[in-house]
């Protein structure tokens, strides 16, 4: 599981962190990476489109990457597990 978060001076940094101790109790498997937004509301154009800072674009492509990486671990796991059956 991947997070975004947003708010204010922190980011949303501080509800990521709350939810990476509960997800584990739902035997959810989270990731390292994250996007975090700071102040996002802030940073809309005129048609009210997000604009997206070069940080936030690597973020996301890390998180992409590491959640595709846990996609085909977690996959070959099961495959293997169905086979030993």
Do not use: H, K
């Not at 584990?24 to 990476?33: D, F, G, S, W, Y």
């Not at 809309?44 to 070069?54: K, L, M, S, V």
């Not at 990457?65 to 059956?85: C, F």
Request: with cysteine; glycine share 10%; proline share 2%.
């Amino acid at each position: 599981m991947g997070f975004v978060g947003y708010g204010a001076s922190s980011g949303g940094c501080r509800a990521v962190e709350q939810l990476r101790q509960v997800f584990p109790e739902l035997r959810a498997t989270t990731i390292r990476e994250a996007v975090l937004l700071n102040r996002p509301w802030e940073r809309c154009n005129q048609e009210g489109r997000f604009i997206q800072r070069a940080e936030e674009s690597a973020a996301l492509q890390a998180t992409i990457e590491e959640l595709g990486w846990w996609a085909r671990a977690l996959r070959d796991g099961r495959d293997r597990r169905r086979g030993a059956a």
